[in-house]
């Protein structure tokens, strides 16, 4: 069983910032990429941010400049700073990793549960 909890969400001003945390836990053999996705009411999901594990990393265009990903393979972590937010941030946002349980399966998705992102005065 694999488990993404993420945590750090909350309501913050226009021009705030928010750091957003993501756990990794249960039977990984390796993670190969993660990363954070958002979804606003009536709207798809979409990628924010990824990082692999080679440390390469990609961005949505709209959060280029403002928010930066990182990871820690050590700890199993994601995190996403998220700097000079804007009310069309709001959302809520997923951590998803890409991992392996075992090393003769093959590469799976997994989804956190979703923290939610309010930017507003």
């Known amino acids: 069983q694999v488990q993404l909890v993420e945590s750090g969400g909350g309501l913050v001003q226009p021009g705030g910032s928010l750091r957003l945390s993501c756990a990794a836990s249960?039977?990984?053999?390796?993670?190969?990429?993660m990363g954070w996705y958002r979804q606003a009411p009536g709207k798809q999901r979409e990628l924010v941010a990824a990082?692999?594990?080679?440390?390469?990393?990609n961005y949505a265009d709209s959060v280029r400049g403002r928010f930066t990903i990182s990871g820690d393979n050590a700890k199993k972590m994601v995190y996403l700073q998220m700097n000079s937010l804007k009310p069309e941030d709001t959302a809520v946002y997923y951590c998803?990793?890409?991992?392996?349980?075992?090393?003769?399966?093959?590469?799976?998705?997994?989804w956190g549960q979703g923290t939610q992102v309010t930017v507003s005065s």
């Open positions: 998803n990793s890409k991992i392996i349980r075992f090393y003769y399966e093959a590469q799976r998705d997994y």
């Open positions: 990082i692999t594990s080679g440390d390469r990393t």
């Open positions: 249960g039977s990984i053999f390796s993670i190969n990429a």
